[in-house]
């Protein structure tokens, strides 16, 4: 029997970190579909980011990433934050769009652009100082096409020496989350590809260092909520992006794709001991044809269904079926809490925090959708990459 009190005071504990990103206009390599009311600047995703923290009651903070969000005064966003009832959160970094990057960032073969990614890393790092943020979030875009074309081992040695340089550079609460990505934007090699390669590097570098597994970055049938208890067992796991795919890195809505392993994950994550604020729940999406708002609340309340039925999972009747080797009674355990509808339990959760049950309805009734759409006019729509 699982204690639904419990259960219920767990997911009020659960916070969602929602991506700056998500807000503005996204598209694939094909086409940017503009939609009315997207914000034009950092204050402005804010200032949506608010609207579905008021309706959520869940996701308090907000994701940054550099350039895309450089302003000249952190502590005025930090504030502007503030009055809407949210905080600045990870800092993302970004050395994959300078024509200096072409072949890579910190494992590019010279020294100076390797000099002028750490230099971004560590200016990211004075950022965090100023918003207060505790995370470092590093995408590495750096990678071959060809073999032959850059040494593999020398690219790690590179990799290594320039993450060194920004870990010494971290205050005492500050992290360090590295993330990997099978393959895309290189194709042959891709210099942090695997938890493997995250999971080596961080160890190298100390307690500060954490691997974070992106949902959409794996390769097809890969089982992720394996990776997910290993960086556990190892106190490794510092946080998720979270996405759905279907093929590659689609950054669609979480829990949208594959809802059954969303709830493997978080299934895993509990079991381990990483329900705690140790591992960041983020979103790491965009949205390309739909409402950007409603997705992104959307999202939150798949992460939050596919959690609480992690959560109601009879852990004793599981431990129980498992030691006997019932392999039937364990699968049904696990599956009838996956096939629990959580949606009601999430309802009374909600009004005792005192939001809306229906925070999409809620939205809708808001009038932000109407409001920003008759407000943004003019300027340039914020957009993925600006
Ligand atoms: C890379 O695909 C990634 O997942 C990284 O987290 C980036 O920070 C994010 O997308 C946005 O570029
Ligand atoms: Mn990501």
Not at 176 to 195: G, I, M, N, Q, R
Not at 218 to 246: C, M, Q, W
Request: charged share 25%.
């Amino acid at each position: 029997m699982t204690d639904v009190a419990a259960v219920k005071a767990a997911l009020k504990t659960q916070t969602v970190e929602t991506p700056s990103w998500a807000y503005g206009n996204s598209g694939t390599r094909f086409k940017v579909f503009a939609q009315q009311g997207v914000p034009r600047d950092p204050w402005e995703k804010l200032d949506d980011a608010a609207q579905v923290h008021a309706v959520t009651g869940v996701t308090p903070t907000v994701a940054l990433h550099i350039p895309w969000d450089k302003v000249d005064d952190y502590s005025a966003l930090a504030k502007h934050a503030a009055d809407r009832g949210v905080k600045l959160g990870t800092v993302n970094s970004n050395t994959f769009q300078d024509d200096d990057y072409k072949l890579g960032s910190i494992c590019h073969p010279e020294a100076a652009v390797r000099r002028k990614a750490v230099g971004h890393l560590l200016e990211c790092v004075d950022i965090m100082d100023a918003t207060g943020s505790r995370d470092l979030k590093l995408w590495f875009a750096d990678g071959t096409n060809y073999p032959g074309q850059d040494d593999i081992r020398g690219r790690q040695d590179r990799l290594a020496e320039g993450l060194a340089e920004v870990y010494a550079r971290l205050g005492d609460d500050q992290r360090l989350l590295l993330e990997y990505k099978l393959f895309e934007p290189a194709f042959y090699t891709t210099d942090v590809p695997d938890w493997g390669t995250a999971y080596a590097h961080c160890l190298k570098l100390g307690p500060k260092a954490q691997v974070v597994v992106d949902t959409g970055h794996h390769a097809p049938g890969t089982n992720i909520e394996f990776i997910v208890a290993t960086l556990l067992r190892e106190g490794k796991l510092g946080a998720f992006d979270f996405n759905s795919r279907f093929y590659a890195d689609d950054d669609l809505m979480a829990g949208a794709a594959d809802p059954f392993q969303l709830f493997r994950i978080m299934y895993e994550v509990i079991r381990g001991g990483g329900f705690t604020p140790d591992v960041a729940f983020m979103l790491d999406q965009c949205h390309n044809i739909e409402a950007k708002i409603p997705a992104v609340i959307r999202s939150v309340m798949n992460v939050q269904e596919a959690t609480a039925k992690a959560l109601l999972v009879d852990r004793d009747a599981l431990t129980a079926a498992q030691r006997t080797g019932d392999v039937l009674e364990a699968n049904a355990v696990l599956m009838d809490a996956y096939n629990t509808d959580v949606r009601p339990l999430l309802r009374e959760v909600r009004e005792e925090l005192g939001i809306d049950q229906d925070p999409i309805a809620a939205y809708r009734r808001s009038g932000w959708a109407e409001k920003i759409v008759a407000e943004r006019v003019g300027g340039e729509q914020a957009g993925w990459g600006a």
